[in-house]
C-alpha cells in the first residue's frame, strides 16, 4: 500500500518534471485552473462533509454572487475587491433562507429528494437571473488582470494565480475553523455523526445553517473574484456545479485539503490537452472521464473491502 | 368490472389522440407533438425511477438517438423511418454496455454520473466535426413523411404509444415486483431471488431505448439537429418535473403532469421568452416540499380515504 | 441427511475477525438454535451462509455443491431462505405482493401462481388482510409477512434471525408452535438466532454456541447451558 503510493507519487513528480521542461505553459495554466476549481469545489465539498447534502444548485450561487458584484461595481463604480465582502454577506444570507426554506425541510426526506430538490433550486436561480437578465453575458475589464511576466521566451499570465491564492487560504482558514473553534469542532462533530452530536448537546440544526452560511459567503467571495477576469451569464455557474462535485467525490467525501490535489489534477490535464490544437475541443471532457473513472474505482473499492 | 370501465376509457382517449389531425390545424398538432415527446420521456424516466435510481442523462439518450438516426441517413444513406428503429436499437446497445459500469453506482453517483454521460455524448458530437457535423449540427435532406403534420402526428403518437405500453407491462409484470423491492430494499430483493443487476439492466436498457427512438423521431420530424438542440438539459428538466408533478411511480401520474406542464409551457414561451423554465424549478421544489407523492397520488389517497368506509380489506376476492 | 455444511468458515473485516474458523453442519428437519453473547457473530454467520456477505476463507456446501462464493439471489433459489433481525418490508407493496417477490423471483412462478401460492402460505401462517399496505400491519403480523416470504421461497433451510424481538409472551408462544409446525410439515431445517433462552429451549433440537466469532459448543440446549466454557463466555459477555 505505502509502496504503491510512493510510486505514485514519483510518477506524478516525473510527470511535472516532463512536463515544465516541455510544455511549462501547461503547468502553470494547469495551476491557475486548479486554483479555480478548488476555490468553488471547497464550499461544495465543506457543505456534503457536514451536512451530507450534493447542492447541485452550487454554482449558482457563485453565479449570483458574480452578478451582484457586478451591479454593485456598476452602479458605485467600484472595484470587484472592494465589493467582495458586502457580497459575500449577501450570498451568504440568500443561502442560509435557502437553506431554511428549502432544503432543511427535505433533511429527512430519501436522498434522492434531496438530489432533485437541489436540482429544482439550480434551475430556479438560472431561470430567474434568465427572466431579469436575459441570456446577455456582462463583463467588465481591469488592467491588473491582464498583469504578465515574461520568462526569456516564455511569457504568461499571472492574475490567475490569485485563485491558488484563495484556494490555500481556504483549506488553512477551514482547517483553523474545525479544529481550533467551538463551532467548527461541534461542526466536524455533526458530520462525523449527527445523532452523537445532538445526543451531547450539539445543536445540529444550527450548525447545519451556520455550515450553509459560511460555505455561500466562501462561493459568494469567489463570485466577485470570478468576474475580474469572466463574464457572467445566468447558466455560468452551472459547469461549476459538476466540477465541484467531480473534485469532492475525487478526494473523497470529508476530505477537504484532497480537494487541492485532485484540482492540480483535473487542471494540468485539461491544460495538456489544450497544448494539442487537434485535441482543444476534447478538453472538457477530461473531468467528466475522471469523474466516471473515480466514482467507479471507489465503488469497486468498496465493494471489495 | 372497474378493470373494464377503466380499459374503455383508455382506448376511447386513444381512439380521440388519433384522431386529432382530422379537426385540428398544423400549429396545435406541432404543440401536441412536442407534449407527446415530453409525455414519453416523462414516463421512460419514471420506468427506471421506479428501481430507485434517478438519471439525470435522459437528454443524453434522447440526443444520441437523435444523432445516431440523422448521421444514419445521412452517412449511411437508411430510409427515415428504418432509421428510427435503428437508433432505438443503438440507444439501447449502448445502455447495455454502459450498464455494466453505471448500474454498480448507487444514488448521487448514479445521478451525477449519467448526467456526465450525457455531457460525454455531447462533446463527442460537438468534435467529431467530419463525421457529426461539429457544434453546426447537420441537415437531412428532408422530413421524413414528406412533412405531413399528420403523419408526424402519428408517428410521434406511435412513439408514445409503444413507450406506455412498456410501462404498463413494467407494472403490471413481475417487473414491478422486482423494480419496487429493489427500490424498496435491496438486501431483502436479494435474499428473495431477485437478480438486481439483470432487472435494473433491463429498466435501464428499455428505458434508454424509448429516449433514443423518441429522439430519432424528433430529428426526422425537424429535418435538423445540433449538439446544442440533440442534447438540450430541458430534455431532462421537463420530462423530471412533469413525472413529478403528476406523481412518479406509475404511468398516469407522468402522462396528467405533462398535459398540465406541456401545454403550460407553450404559453408560458409565448408570454415570456427568457426564463419561462423558472416555472419548472419552482414546480420541482414545491412538488418535492409539500406533495411529494404528486398530483395523483393526492387524488388517490383523498379517492381511498373517501372509499374506506365502503372497503373491507380482506383476502383477495380474485 | 446433512443439508448445509460450513468449514473453517472466516470472516474479517479489515482486522476485526467476526466469524472465525465455524465448521458446522445442518440436518434436514433439524430445528438449529444458534446463540452466544451480543457481538458473538451470529447475524454475520447468517449474512455469510445466506450469502449478504462473502466469506474470507472457508466453504459452505448445501445438498453436496460448493456455494462458497454463490450470490444471494442464487443461493434463495437454490433452497436457502432467511428473515433479518431488524424488519425489511418492502412498503410500496402490498402484503401480498411481498410474499409473491419470493415465489416470482426463486422459483420463477407466472404472478397467477405466485398470487396462489402465496395465499397458501399466509394461510399456513394464519396470515390475513392480504391487500393491506404493509405499514397497516401489527408486528406480529410483519413478522409472519417475512416468514411467508422466506417460505415462498420454498426453502429447504431457513434461517430466522431473532423473528420473536418485539413480540409479547402470547405472541412468541403461538409463533414457536407455528414454526415447529411449518418445519414439521416442509421437513425444513431452520436455524434461529434467539436472545431468549426460554425460546432456545423450547423451539429447538440443538444449539450452537458462538463467541467472539468462533464455535465454542455444539450440543442439545439442556447440556450446553452446562457447558462452563458457555456459562463464562454469557457471564463475561454480561460483566
Redo the contacts between chains.
Keep these: 500500500m505505502a509502496n504503491k503510493r510512493n510510486a505514485t507519487t514519483i510518477v506524478a513528480i516525473l510527470a511535472v518534471v516532463v512536463l515544465l521542461l516541455w510544455r511549462p505553459t501547461v503547468i502553470i495554466y494547469g495551476l491557475q485552473a486548479a486554483g479555480l476549481y478548488a476555490t468553488i469545489a471547497i464550499p461544495m465539498g465543506l457543505i456534503l462533509g457536514i451536512v451530507h447534502i450534493?447542492n447541485l444548485a452550487h454554482g449558482e450561487f457563485m453565479m449570483l454572487a458574480a452578478y451582484a458584484t457586478y451591479m454593485l461595481c456598476q452602479s458605485l463604480g467600484i472595484d470587484p475587491y472592494l465589493a467582495m465582502i458586502p457580497v459575500a454577506i449577501v450570498t451568504s444570507a440568500f443561502g442560509f433562507l435557502v437553506y431554511k426554506l428549502?432544503i432543511r425541510?427535505?433533511l429527512k426526506?430519501p436522498?434522492?429528494?434531496q438530489?432533485?430538490?437541489t436540482?429544482?433550486?439550480?434551475?430556479?436561480?438560472?431561470?430567474?437571473?434568465?427572466?431579469?437578465f436575459?441570456?446577455q453575458t456582462r463583463k467588465m475589464s481591469f488592467g491588473y488582470v491582464s498583469a504578465s511576466i515574461d520568462i526569456g521566451e516564455l511569457s504568461f499570465g499571472v492574475y490567475n494565480f490569485v485563485f491558488v491564492g484563495f484556494a490555500i487560504l481556504m483549506v488553512i482558514g477551514l482547517r483553523l475553523y474545525l479544529t481550533k473553534t467551538t463551532a467548527g469542532k461541534a461542526a466536524l462533530a455533526v458530520g462525523q455523526n449527527p445523532k452523537g452530536a445532538a445526543i451531547v448537546g450539539i445543536d445540529v440544526d444550527k450548525t447545519y445553517g451556520s455550515v450553509f452560511a459560511i460555505a455561500t459567503a466562501l462561493v459568494g467571495m469567489m463570485g466577485a473574484v470570478f468576474i475580474t477576469r469572466s463574464a457572467v451569464f445566468p447558466t455560468v455557474g452551472s459547469p461549476f456545479t459538476?466540477k465541484s462535485?467531480?473534485l469532492v467525490?475525487m478526494a473523497g467525501i470529508g476530505n477537504i485539503p484532497g480537494i487541492l490535489g485532485a484540482s492540480v489534477l483535473l487542471g494540468i490535464s485539461e491544460n495538456f490537452l489544450k497544448a494539442f490544437r487537434s485535441l482543444r475541443?476534447?478538453s472538457?471532457?477530461v473531468f467528466?472521464?475522471l469523474?466516471?473513472t473515480v466514482?467507479?474505482g471507489r465503488?469497486?473499492k468498496g465493494?471489495k473491502? | 368490472m372497474k378493470n373494464k370501465t377503466s380499459y374503455a376509457i383508455a382506448a376511447g382517449i386513444a381512439v380521440i389522440m388519433i384522431a386529432f389531425p382530422a379537426f385540428l390545424g398544423a400549429y396545435p398538432l406541432n404543440v401536441a407533438r412536442s407534449v407527446m415527446t415530453y409525455m414519453a420521456l416523462a414516463i421512460s424516466w419514471d420506468m427506471l425511477l421506479r428501481s430507485g435510481q434517478i438519471s439525470f442523462g435522459i437528454a443524453g439518450l434522447f440526443g444520441l438517438g437523435s444523432y445516431a438516426s440523422a448521421l444514419a441517413v445521412l452517412r449511411g444513406g437508411m430510409d427515415p423511418f428504418l432509421s428510427i428503429v435503428f437508433a432505438a436499437v443503438f440507444a439501447g446497445v449502448m445502455a447495455y454496455a454502459l450498464g455494466f459500469v453505471v448500474l454498480r453506482l448507487r444514488s448521487m453517483y448514479f445521478s451525477i454520473t449519467t448526467l456526465a454521460l450525457m455531457e460525454i455524448f455531447r462533446i463527442i458530437i460537438h468534435n467529431l466535426h467530419d463525421f457529426s457535423g461539429g457544434p453546426e449540427g447537420v441537415v437531412l435532406p428532408g422530413v421524413i413523411f414528406k412533412g405531413s403534420a399528420s403523419a408526424l402526428y402519428w408517428l410521434c403518437l406511435g412513439g408514445l404509444f409503444i413507450t406506455i405500453g412498456a410501462s404498463y407491462y413494467f407494472e403490471k409484470s413481475k417487473m414491478h415486483l422486482a423494480l419496487t423491492a429493489i427500490r424498496n430494499d435491496e438486501t431483502s430483493a436479494r435474499s428473495n431471488g431477485v437478480d438486481i443487476f439483470k432487472y435494473l439492466l433491463i429498466a435501464f436498457v428499455v428505458t434508454s431505448t424509448l429516449q433514443g427512438m423518441m429522439g430519432a423521431i424528433q430529428v426526422q420530424s425537424y429535418g435538423f439537429t445540433m449538439p446544442d438542440t440533440a442534447f438540450d438539459g430541458n430534455f431532462t428538466l421537463l420530462p423530471l418535473a412533469m413525472a413529478l408533478l403528476g406523481g412518479v411511480h406509475s404511468t398516469i401520474g407522468p402522462m396528467a403532469g405533462a398535459v398540465l406542464l406541456g401545454v403550460s409551457a407553450e404559453w408560458l414561451k409565448l408570454q415570456i421568452p427568457y426564463g419561462h423554465l423558472v416555472v419548472y424549478g419552482i414546480i420541482i421544489i414545491i412538488v418535492i416540499l409539500f406533495m411529494p407523492q404528486g398530483i395523483v397520488g393526492m387524488v388517490r389517497k383523498a379517492s381511498r380515504t373517501g372509499r374506506r368506509s365502503g372497503r373491507k380489506a380482506g383476502a383477495s376476492n380474485e | 441427511m446433512s443439508k448445509l455444511t460450513t468449514v473453517g468458515l472466516t470472516k474479517a473485516f479489515s482486522g476485526l475477525v467476526a466469524v472465525n474458523d465455524v465448521s458446522f453442519n445442518m440436518e434436514e428437519g433439524e430445528i438449529l438454535g444458534i446463540i452466544g453473547p451480543n457481538g458473538a457473530g451470529k447475524t454475520t454467520f447468517i449474512h455469510l451462509v445466506s450469502g449478504i456477505l462473502m466469506p474470507t476463507s472457508g466453504t459452505i456446501t448445501f445438498k453436496g455443491q460448493d456455494i462458497t462464493y454463490a450470490p444471494a439471489h442464487q443461493r434463495s433459489r437454490m433452497g436457502i431462505a432467511r428473515t433479518y433481525q431488524l424488519i425489511h418490508p418492502l412498503e410500496n407493496l402490498k402484503v401480498i405482493e411481498n410474499v409473491m417477490v419470493g415465489a416470482v423471483f426463486s422459483k420463477d412462478m407466472s404472478l397467477k401462481a405466485a398470487r396462489l401460492e402465496s395465499e397458501r402460505i399466509c394461510a399456513e401462517l394464519e396470515l390475513e388482510g392480504l391487500e393491506r399496505d404493509t405499514t397497516q400491519l401489527s408486528i406480529l403480523e410483519i413478522k409472519k409477512m417475512e416468514i411467508a416470504r422466506a417460505l415462498a421461497n420454498e426453502p429447504e433451510v431457513l434461517f430466522l434471525d431473532e423473528v420473536m424481538a418485539g413480540l409479547n409472551s402470547d405472541e412468541t408462544k403461538h409463533l414457536i408452535a407455528t414454526i415447529q409446525r411449518i418445519a414439521r410439515e416442509r421437513k425444513l431445517a431452520v436455524g434461529v438466532v434467539e436472545h431468549v433462552m426460554g425460546v432456545i429451549r423450547e423451539l429447538t433440537q440443538r444449539v450452537i454456541v458462538l463467541e467472539a466469532g468462533e464455535l465454542i459448543a455444539e450440543g442439545p440446549y439442556g447440556e450446553v447451558s452446562k457447558n462452563p466454557r458457555v456459562i463464562e463466555a454469557y457471564l463475561g459477555g454480561a460483566a
Excluded: H, P, R, Y
Design positions: 450534493v428549502t425541510q427535505a426526506a436522498e434522492l429528494n438530489l432533485i430538490l436540482f429544482g433550486l439550480g434551475i430556479a436561480i438560472t431561470q430567474t437571473m434568465n427572466l431579469f436575459t441570456s459538476m462535485f467531480c467525490a475541443g476534447w472538457d471532457i467528466f472521464v469523474i466516471i466514482i467507479l465503488s469497486i465493494k473491502a
